[in-house]
């Protein structure tokens, strides 16, 4: 059964589960993928330490909804090395487990677009409702706010999931090749899960959208035009950049499935699926940090300070 999945396991043995022989060129990408994914968790892990260091930023929403955002893609960031790990060794689980890790790995990555929906709102209240600003985006709504993102970006697999285990008698002991696909049962999964995509990300498209254009036009129509409205619409804008970034994994992967169907060269095809992990779901992964954190005077100094202090400490180290 084929259709739109952001899994990376789908799109590296989608088209078959024959092994292939692990020489050089296939160790090295394996290396390299796993010290990207490294680098970029110990990035997002750093710079989630610097927000939880102060309590003004454990207090503010917007560093809440920043704070979920970088541990929200260092989870999926971990998760889906894994699966890559265990896609490349033709490993099999039981298919309990590989539902537990297509759960969170599904489900982290829905949560990017709307987790940006969220903070575009955010900047949209303090921009053009500024005296009530405080009012509405408060610490518990924030939480409630981040509750619902979970929930609605996890209710569509969940579903998936216990429907498996309710069909399938074996589903604690069987064991599989870990791919969504695998958890599948009836054809309209695949159009309801297909479905939820495109309700997600044309809804956060609208929001996002919808908050750019307010907030120019609220900072235009002031007599002074402030840095922080300057900030706010370039923040929500690359919203925008990164929310087609998390589409662009979904369009790929149906370009991707493509070109199995019509292509017998699996050396072609393994080097495209390869270069797709890396460009459209690792590399992604680590403008978070970099549009967010380091643009941000309060952020900056912290994350800067952290970040030598742990690399000066690792070298200390290694020395010794």
Same mark, same amino acid.
């Given at each position: ?16 589960? @024959?092994?292939?022989? *692990? ?5 090295? &990408? +394996?290396?390299? #993928?796993?010290?990207?994914? /490294?680098? =970029? ?39 889906? @090395?894994?699966?890559? *790990? ?5 490993? &099999? +689980?039981?298919? #309990?487990?590989?539902?537990? /890790?297509? =759960? ?217």
């Amino acid at each position: 059964m084929a259709g739109i999945n952001v899994s990376t396991v789908d799109a590296f043995i989608f088209q078959s589960f @024959s092994k292939v022989e *692990l020489d050089g060129g296939s160790i090295t &990408k +394996l290396v390299v #993928a796993t010290l990207l994914t /490294l680098l =970029f968790v110990h990035v997002n892990c750093v710079m989630l330490y610097a927000l939880m260091s102060k309590r003004v930023f454990k207090e503010s929403p917007r560093y809440i909804l920043f704070a979920h955002m970088l541990f929200n893609d260092s989870v999926h960031l971990i998760l889906t @090395s894994l699966l890559f *790990l265990f896609a490349f060794a033709f490993l &099999k +689980l039981a298919k #309990a487990v590989c539902s537990l /890790l297509i =759960f969170f790995s599904t489900a982290t990555f829905r949560i990017a677009p709307l987790n940006l929906a969220v903070m575009s709102m955010e900047r949209y209240v303090a921009i053009c409702f500024p005296l009530r600003h405080a009012e509405i985006a408060t610490q518990k709504r924030t939480w409630v706010a981040i509750s619902f993102i979970w929930f609605f970006g996890s209710v569509n697999i969940l579903s998936d999931i216990i429907f498996a285990a309710v069909m399938d008698p074996n589903f604690f002991y069987v064991q599989m090749y870990c791919t969504r696909e695998q958890i599948f049962i009836k054809p309209w999964q695949l159009d309801m899960y297909n479905g939820f995509n495109a309700f997600y990300f044309v809804s956060v498209t609208v929001i996002i959208i919808f908050t750019y254009i307010s907030i120019v036009i609220t900072a235009r129509s002031m007599s002074s035009n402030k840095d922080s409205d300057k900030k706010a619409h370039r923040t929500v804008l690359l919203h925008l950049i990164q929310l087609g970034l998390c589409l662009n994994s979904l369009l790929y992967g149906t370009l991707e499935r493509a070109l199995v169907m019509t292509s017998n060269n699996n050396f072609i095809i393994l080097h495209i699926r390869y270069l797709n992990y890396i460009c459209v779901l690792i590399l992604p992964r680590c403008l978070s940090p970099l549009i967010y954190g380091l643009r941000d005077e309060a952020v900056r100094p912290l994350f800067t300070n952290y970040f030598c202090y742990c690399s000066k400490k690792f070298h200390t180290t290694v020395n010794m």
